[in-house]
């Protein structure tokens, strides 16, 4: 018995990093019985199946550290939160899903400022808003190549999945940090501002100066999985650290008189941007069903 890692998952077909190689391996039937099927990322166990030792059969996922829906990556230590300041437009509301299913399963994001060549000034704008989070916020362009220490440096030792919407730039990013990478990249359509899916499959790299990164397929939304919308208000660090009380006990910090969330906005201390993306996602999942909550 062998184990691996997953690095990609095809039509069916698990590709699984052991020390013996890359081994092309189906999963055994029970996993679709249970509905916890293999997912990029996870350890596995796996038996060989052939003579020449290339392919084989998973047999048992060893217990996940966490694991996401979308992005579809289990076992990571960090987030990278990509936003595009254009090309196509900057969705906060997109990135703040992320930073949100991130919070909510122990999992740190850090957001990443691309093509900060397109328009440094709107590029410092996201900045500052992001900065009232505390996440680390980094500025890069794959084009002209800046940021990529700052990048590198984040990315160093630890395993990290890259995510945000189609043509913000995360497979770009990530060719421009080993010789050995060459991830096909799409164009971003001039009439609907939209990227065009490039990256089908999510795909674990190893990085030449140690670590793992994930590139994942950009997606148009990200809603918050298997969280209330009482719960949300702990998955935004700075509405988490305002001390003071609201007026009402239970408060949803959306118009209540006396809201304390909302006087720390007024403030300074929250930025608008994420005050909106806070109630576009509280309203979001009050329409959720509590048998629905996974
Ligand atoms: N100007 C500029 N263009 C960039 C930059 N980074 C990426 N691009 C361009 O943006 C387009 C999309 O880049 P991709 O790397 O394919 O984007 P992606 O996030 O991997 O997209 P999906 O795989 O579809 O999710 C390509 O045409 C890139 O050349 C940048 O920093 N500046
Ligand atoms: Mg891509
Ligand atoms: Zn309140």
Known sequence: MLTGTIVKGIGG?????????????????????????????DVVRITI????????????????????????????????????????????????????TAEAAGVLPVICINKQDLDEKRAAEIQKIYETTGYTVILTSAKDETGLDGLKAILKDKITALAGNSGVGKSSLLNRLSEGFSLETGTVSNKTQRGRHTTRHTELLELPFGGYVFDTPGFSSYAAEGITAAELQNFFPEIKRVEEPCRFVGC???????????????????????????????????????????
């Open 13 to 41: 077909f698990y590709y699984v990093k052991t020390a013996e190689g890359l081994i092309e391996c189906r999963a055994r039937g029970r996993f679709r019985k249970d509905g916890a099927s293999p997912m990029v990322g």
């Open 49 to 100: 199946t052939t003579e020449d030792a290339k392919k084989g059969s998973v047999d048992e996922i060893l217990p996940r550290k966490n694991a996401f829906i979308r992005p579809p990556v289990a076992n990571i230590d960090q987030l990278v939160v990509t936003i595009s300041v254009k090309n196509p437009e900057s969705s906060l509301l997109l990135a703040d899903q992320l930073t949100v």
């Open 252 to 294: 949803a910090h959306m118009a209540e008189p006396g809201c304390a969330v909302k006087e720390a906005m007024e403030a300074g201390k929250i930025t608008p941007e994420r005050y909106e993306s806070y109630q576009a996602l509280y309203q979001e999942l009050k329409q959720i069903k509590p048998w629905e909550i996974k």
